[in-house]
């Protein structure tokens, strides 16, 4: 059998962070001809049918006590220190800083494993916070990094292709083609990875009613003194306040958790109460010439917001679906579907370690299927 007629055709759906870099695992261990098939990609505007380019993002794992996804995390991070390091090709994307979290209600976050990790002493906690802890964590420059993952996927013969999928069955029977020029691919596709965040609601074929939006509000401010990342929160009361700085001298300041909410722009009542909340949080985002002659207001902040928007979380009740069906081919047999979704905020701390799993159950579908 010849190299290419042995090489496995893979549709992957989705080119948010987590269909990016679930294609790229698949794309580099080798034997696999992968192409993205999307209607939004990272190079596009903004928008709200898009979360990734949303996200602030900082690598801060929510995990706590779900030894599955603690797991997912801490392979993602490796990763991403990996990729981070001095003189690599992505160094760009990443800003290591020393991050605080404080905790509203006491709870244990479980990262003692994060470099330079310390619990914080009762007499060192802010805003009525009942436990805390400091560590060496990495931010992400989103859109930089989508940007690097998609041309890391293209520059290793990668395909993309733009089109709206309304059903699973468009992609198993028309295969891409049927969205570059309107007819089927000559070859079948072997496989189908299905990353549609949010999408996941009203895909043909998936519509997975458990799936929900947690919209998040964002201020982008420019303050390149800031060099550190502080965050207090209150998990019971979806309450998040923090401060997530870029390489780049931007700032990220959030956020909201609205479980169900729709709405699809920047409320100006919202970013008014994000900056109260960031600069009580954190005084230092006042600019210094101010801060040297008296405390900044939030109206020292607003010359120096760049954008407000939100994103919509692709939250999913259980957490990130990682599993397979076996859906019928173009032909008489059945062809593998591996599904990852669900990721809601951390699909960026999260997508090198979900994407691990996925490609395992492909591999472990595949394998399956050349034993039938």
Same mark, same amino acid.
């Given at each position: 059998?010849?190299?290419?007629?042995?090489?496995?055709?893979?549709?992957?759906?989705? /080119?948010?962070?987590?269909? *990016?870099t679930?294609?790229?695992k698949?794309?580099?261990?080798?034997?696999? =001809?992968?192409?993205?098939?999307? #209607?939004?990609f990272?190079?596009?505007?903004?928008?709200?049918?898009?979360?990734?380019?949303?996200?602030?993002?900082?690598?801060?794992?929510?995990?706590?006590? $779900? /030894?599955k996804?603690?797991?997912?995390?801490?392979?993602?991070?490796?990763v991403m220190?990996?990729?981070?390091?001095?003189?690599?090709? /992505?160094?760009?994307?990443?800003?290591?800083? &020393?991050?605080?979290?404080?905790?509203?209600?006491g709870?244990?976050?479980?990262?003692?494993?994060?470099?330079?990790?310390?619990?914080?002493?009762? $007499?060192?906690?802010?805003?009525?916070?009942?436990?805390?802890?400091?560590?060496?964590? *990495?931010?992400? #420059?989103?859109?930089?990094?989508?940007?690097?993952?998609?041309?890391?996927? *293209?520059?290793?013969?990668?395909?993309?292709?733009?089109?709206?999928?309304?059903?699973?069955?468009?992609?198993?029977?028309?295969?891409?083609?049927?969205?570059?020029?309107?007819?089927?691919?000559?070859?079948?596709?072997?496989?189908?990875?299905?990353?549609?965040?949010?999408? /996941?609601?009203?895909?043909?074929?998936?519509?997975?009613?458990?799936?929900?939006?947690?919209?998040?509000?964002?201020?982008?401010?420019?303050? &390149?003194? @800031?060099?550190?990342?502080?965050? @207090?929160?209150?998990?019971?009361?979806?309450?998040?306040?923090?401060?997530i700085?870029?390489?780049?001298?931007?700032?990220?300041?959030?956020g909201?958790?609205? $479980?169900? #909410?729709?709405?699809?722009?920047?409320? +100006?009542?919202?970013?008014?109460?994000?900056?109260?909340?960031?600069?009580?949080?954190?005084?230092?985002l006042?600019?210094?010439?101010?801060?040297?002659? =008296?405390?900044?207001?939030?109206? #020292?902040?607003? &010359? *120096?917001?760049?954008?407000?928007?939100?994103?919509?979380? +692709?939250?999913?009740?259980?957490g990130?679906?990682? $599993?397979?069906?076996?859906?019928?081919?173009?032909?008489?047999?059945? @062809?593998?579907?591996?599904?990852?979704?669900?990721?809601?905020?951390?699909?960026?701390?999260s997508?090198?370690?979900?994407?691990?799993?996925?490609?395992?159950?492909?591999?472990?579908?595949?394998?399956?299927?050349?034993?039938?």
């Amino acid at each position: 059998m010849s190299q290419a007629s042995a090489t496995k055709n893979i549709v992957v759906i989705g /080119a948010g962070v987590v269909g *990016l870099t679930t294609a790229l695992k698949i794309q580099e261990k080798g034997g696999y =001809r992968v192409t993205i098939i999307a #209607d939004t990609f990272p190079t596009d505007a903004k928008t709200i049918k898009y979360t990734s380019l949303w996200a602030g993002a900082h690598h801060v794992s929510h995990a706590a006590e $779900d /030894a599955k996804q603690m797991a997912i995390d801490r392979e993602t991070f490796e990763v991403m220190w990996e990729l981070s390091a001095s003189g690599g090709p /992505a160094e760009h994307c990443f800003y290591r800083i &020393p991050q605080v979290d404080y905790c509203l209600d006491g709870r244990e976050e479980g990262l003692d494993w994060m470099p330079d990790f310390k619990k914080l002493s009762q $007499d060192s906690l802010v805003g009525g916070a009942k436990s805390g802890s400091s560590f060496t964590t *990495l931010t992400i #420059d989103t859109p930089a990094y989508l940007s690097y993952l998609l041309s890391r996927f *293209l520059s290793r013969g990668g395909s993309i292709v733009r089109g709206s999928v309304q059903h699973i069955s468009q992609v198993i029977e028309g295969g891409p083609n049927l969205f570059r020029y309107s007819k089927a691919s000559h070859e079948p596709v072997d496989a189908l990875i299905v990353c549609p965040g949010l999408g /996941a609601r009203t895909l043909g074929g998936v519509e997975d009613k458990d799936v929900y939006p947690v919209r998040g509000q964002v201020v982008l401010i420019r303050a &390149p003194w @800031i060099d550190f990342g502080r965050t @207090i929160s209150h998990v019971a009361q979806g309450l998040w306040t923090y401060n997530i700085p870029r390489r780049n001298g931007d700032v990220i300041l959030g956020g909201t958790k609205e $479980d169900n #909410d729709w709405y699809p722009a920047a409320r +100006p009542e919202t970013t008014t109460e994000i900056l109260q909340r960031c600069l009580e949080l954190c005084p230092e985002l006042a600019p210094p010439s101010i801060r040297a002659a =008296r405390p900044g207001t939030i109206d #020292d902040l607003r &010359p *120096l917001i760049l954008e407000e928007g939100c994103g919509f979380r +692709p939250q999913r009740k259980g957490g990130i679906r990682l $599993d397979v069906e076996w859906v019928q081919g173009r032909g008489e047999g059945k @062809i593998p579907m591996v599904f990852n979704y669900g990721h809601g905020g951390g699909g960026y701390q999260s997508s090198w370690g979900s994407a691990a799993i996925a490609l395992d159950l492909l591999e472990k579908a595949l394998a399956e299927a050349r034993s039938h």
